[in-house]
């Protein structure tokens, strides 16, 4: 009987575990605080664009769908440098269009430059880009961004867009939206304050 006791206390104690709730205390509540770990090693987008097309002399309303992938040439923590590949569909005068792009990045100053290729023209040009959260945490949140692109040598072709992160849990989440706490500022009550000592009272005076 007593072998069996001991062993259902050994039962019970080796499968439990602690309430869930502990694990969802925030730190400042008894609660553990969770590792982010190092940021993905490749890192997933996916976007649109829209913007006017100026090759062969021609000025066409273009739409387009993208997705690529971005990898840190230095530490990922900074964010310095990095190379991206993005592939991309899209209409153009009524018409498919599609193509690739290689970047540099430098994500810490949200600049690109590279290569586009078009398939339709067949044709290797430079392409300049900027992306801007415009917010803390991203203008949609979860880390999207502004995205403008500009091909100098494409007769100055130009799109607005957004670039929205995929497959990356933490991104634009753990920073608050706002910059700013505004603190209470409470109400204060004037205190008159009488010296014990007489002599002090007059050297007061």
Request: hydrophobic residues 35%; without cysteine; charged residues 20%.
């Amino acid at each position: 009987m007593k072998n069996i006791y001991y062993l259902g206390l050994i039962l019970i104690t080796g499968f439990a575990t602690p309430a869930r709730a502990q694990y969802d205390r925030a730190p400042n509540r008894g609660g553990y605080t969770k590792s982010l770990g190092l940021p993905e090693s490749l890192k997933f987008h996916a976007g649109f664009q829209s913007g006017t097309y100026r090759g062969n002399d021609q000025s066409i309303l273009i739409a387009e769908a993208n997705f690529g992938v971005y990898r840190d040439l230095m530490s990922p923590i900074m964010g310095v440098l990095g190379w991206s590949a993005e592939a991309y569909v899209a209409n153009r005068n009524k018409k498919g269009d599609g193509g690739g792009r290689l970047m540099l990045e430098i994500p810490v100053l949200y600049i690109a430059g590279g290569v586009d290729y078009n398939i339709r023209d067949d044709a290797w040009d430079l392409l300049l880009s900027l992306k801007l959260p415009l917010q803390r945490g991203g203008i949609f949140s979860r880390g999207t961004t502004v995205r403008i692109n500009w091909l100098p040598t494409r007769g100055n072709t130009a799109s607005l867009g957004i670039r929205v992160p995929l497959w990356q849990p933490h991104k634009g989440k753990t920073r608050s939206r706002d910059g700013h706490v505004k603190l209470h500022i409470p109400d204060t009550v004037p205190i008159n304050y009488i010296p014990s000592d007489p002599n002090l009272q007059e050297s007061l005076m």
